[in-house]
């Protein structure tokens, strides 16, 4: 059973950082996508950044040069580090996986595995 569980989330004032993590267990495909949505209120889940087991890493144009996504493969962890935050950004932020290596944004379809979300909230 593949389980994705996302920490880091909180409040923060415009300009500020986060990191976001996701600890993954039960996952043993050896192609895999993970990446990071989010879904603000009244709106439709998103995609934020993505990166892949060969290490290729895509980007919402939202978030580039403020966002960095990684992971440790020795840990099982995805991470999102957010920097020059804004009041935009605030949402509920979610881990995704798929197992395949193609780390597609623009849609929640291909992504069968999702965490429960941690709750990033940005103040002006």
């Known amino acids: 059973q593949v389980q994705l569980v996302e920490s880091g989330g909180g409040s923060v004032q415009a300009g500020g950082s986060l990191r976001l993590s996701c600890a993954a267990s039960?996952?043993?495909?050896?192609?895999?996508?993970m990446a990071w949505f989010r879904q603000a209120p009244g709106k439709e889940r998103e995609g934020v950044a993505g990166?892949?087991?060969?290490?290729?890493?895509s980007y919402a144009d939202s978030v580039k040069g403020r966002f960095t996504i990684s992971k440790d493969n020795a840990r099982n962890t995805l991470f999102l580090q957010m920097n020059s935050l804004r009041p935009e950004d605030t949402a509920m932020y979610y881990c995704?996986?798929?197992?395949?290596?193609?780390?597609?944004?623009?849609?929640?379809?291909?992504?069968?595995?999702w965490g429960q979300g941690t709750q990033v909230t940005v103040s002006s």
């Open positions: 039960g996952y043993r495909y050896s192609t895999y996508c």
């Open positions: 990166i892949d087991n060969w290490g290729r890493i």
């Open positions: 995704a996986a798929r197992a395949e290596a193609w780390c597609t944004l623009t849609t929640i379809n291909p992504y069968r595995y």
